[in-house]
């Protein structure tokens, strides 16, 4: 079970890392991203840090309610609404996000760019929304 200061540590850290992630996104013009391997590897290894470091604070979150095993990435953010925690109305947005993060990690080589590439104002404002709900349940 997380408390809310390890929460809390945890969200710092990925506020942290979500902030250079909108930084170096905003700087990328689509041709770039088309043409730049290394860039293309770079925001798609920060967006699937971004999803797996939310559904780390989402277990974190779910343990202190109901122990239980971890919730897997997309059910961690449905739990999440399920207790108050997030809006669900929002919830199925944001949790859509752990599909990418599975192309991701089970095949890469075959993620489509361009959907990719189209996610991220997406998940960008969505990333912001969960800051915000996240930081309401912490009290901050």
């Known amino acids: 079970m997380g408390s809310k200061a390890e929460i809390a540590e945890k969200l710092d850290e990925m506020v942290k890392l979500f902030g250079r992630f909108r930084k170096f996104a905003s700087e990328v013009t689509h041709k770039t991203y088309r043409e730049s391997p290394p860039i293309r590897h770079i925001l798609k290894q920060e967006i699937r840090q971004i999803v797996e470091s939310a559904t780390?604070?989402?277990?974190?979150?779910?343990?202190?309610?109901?122990?239980?095993?971890?919730?897997?990435?997309?059910?961690?953010?449905?739990?999440?609404?399920?207790?108050?925690?997030?809006?669900?109305?929002?919830?199925?947005?944001?949790?859509?996000?752990?599909?990418?993060?599975?192309?991701?990690?089970?095949?890469?080589d075959k993620a489509d760019d361009e959907a990719i590439y189209r996610s991220i104002p997406d998940m960008i404002s969505s990333y912001e929304r969960y800051f915000e709900q996240i930081a309401a349940y912490l009290g901050r």
Not at 58 to 74: M, Q, T
């Open 56 to 108: 780390e604070i989402n277990n974190l979150i779910l343990a202190g309610i109901r122990p239980s095993p971890e919730r897997d990435y997309f059910n961690s953010f449905m739990e999440l609404a399920e207790n108050g925690i997030i809006d669900k109305s929002y919830a199925l947005q944001i949790a859509s996000s752990t599909g990418i993060r599975n192309l991701l990690a089970h095949g890469y």
